[in-house]
């Protein structure tokens, strides 16, 4: 049986440089995975505890002083990092075939052969000079790598004339604690209640999330990292840390209560919270 064609990915994720990349990348990761390619990820070890779909997927991670020291032969490399340009993709193409380079900056050289700028409105003359002239350019949101699950949402949606829902996203860390503002001046309109505010792990900052969830046992945390956090379904989250629906339900249920006695001060807590807007808690 033939070995499968091998992907290596090298993004990264922290909490200054938020989740993006490795979210964009997963989901050109999974439709490879389903084409029966082998998947590795190149980041730092803060990555898998920023996005935890990372680590769920089943994928092979090492960090990039690994990668340096034993450049690992593939037949496809992604670089998606705003502090990566030619200089690193010249060194790859002695292990790797080709190389594609997501990117929305258009600042920096690359040496790629393929460019895929996502950005709505991006114009081939951005990148005049700034990669090899065979290089295929695939620009616009006709791009753009969105999780499956928006997708799937775009064939639900109904046109009803009136803003029945908001959707607000400053990205996956927010260090400024955007979303509290935002969330704070929807409730001041008394338009609508912001119902995501009703859960304990979006009342504090990303920063902070990690440092609560580290207290809590281990299924705890794990059921709100999946459901809570990465959105998953009971389903798919159950399939994934291998119990039922039931005792996925239970552990959610046991760690939000835990995390809410953490943001009303029952439990101690080593950072401050953001108290909900008026007619939120």
Known sequence: MAEPRKAIFRTDASVMIGGGHVRRCLVLADALAEAGWAISFVCSAEAANIVPGL?????AVMEPGALEKAPVRCDLV????????ATFERGARGWAKRILVVDDLANR???????????PGRARGAYAGLVPENCTLLLGPSY???????RAARGQRRATGKVERIFVNFGT?????????ALDAIAAADECIPTVASRPEARLMMHD?????????????????????????????????????????????????????????????????????????
């Open 173 to 181: 860390t927010d260090t400024a604690n955007a979303t509290s503002l």
């Open 144 to 150: 753009a790598l969105l999780d499956r699950r928006f």
């Open 209 to 281: 999330v990690e440092r609560a969830l580290a207290r809590l046992p281990a299924h705890q945390r794990t059921a709100i990292r999946l459901v809570g956090i990465e959105e998953c379904s009971y389903e798919e989250a159950a399939r994934l840390m291998d119990m039922t629906v039931a005792a996925v339900r239970c552990h959610l249920s046991r760690g939000r209560n835990r995390l809410r006695e953490m943001v009303e001060g029952r439990t101690a807590l080593p950072f401050r919270t953001r108290p909900l807007a008026r007619g939120n808690a």
């Open 55 to 59: 680590g769920s997927r089943g994928f």
């Open 109 to 119: 050289p690359h040496d790629c052969d393929v460019l895929l700028d996502q950005s």
């Open 78 to 85: 992604v670089v998606d990092d705003y502090r990566l340009d």
